[in-house]
Nanobody
Framework: QVRLVESGGGLVQPGGSLKLSCAIS????????MGWYRQAPEKQRELVAI???????NYADSVKGRFTISTDNAKNTLFLHMNSLKPEDTAVYFC???????????????WGQGTQVTVSS
């Protein structure tokens, strides 16, 4: 069974840094894209950053220049390096991956359970 498990959230002061990790476990055939989303209270979930299987990276305008998305060499761990954090970055951060479990199956979106990031003095 495929699972995505986030870690690394917490409380940080404005201007500080955090590194989020998302471990992907289980047997898969391929991953076409992986990304980070966030949802603040009373707001819709929004895309933060995405990385494709070809290592193309895209970021929300609000985090460009501050956040960096990456994976390990095996592409079974996804990272989000967050610098110069602002109070408006406070949200639950979710990782997501578009995975194909078997070669003959279609891609399916998988989600982690989320990790809280709070930026406050």
């Amino acid at each position: 069974q495929v699972r995505l498990v986030e870690s690394g959230g917490g409380l940080v002061q404005p201007g500080g840094s955090l590194k989020l990790s998302c471990a992907i476990s289980g047997s898969i055939f391929s991953a076409s894209a992986m990304g980070w989303y966030r949802q603040a209270p009373e707001k819709q979930r929004e895309l933060v950053a995405i990385i494709t299987s070809g290592d193309t990276k895209n970021y929300a305008d609000s985090v460009k220049g501050r956040f960096t998305i990456s994976t390990d060499n095996a592409k079974n761990t996804l990272f989000l390096h967050m610098n110069s954090l602002k109070p408006e970055d406070t949200a639950v951060y979710f990782c997501s991956a578009k995975l194909r479990i078997r070669a003959y199956q279609r891609d399916t979106d998988y989600w982690g359970q989320g990790t809280q990031v709070t930026v406050s003095s």
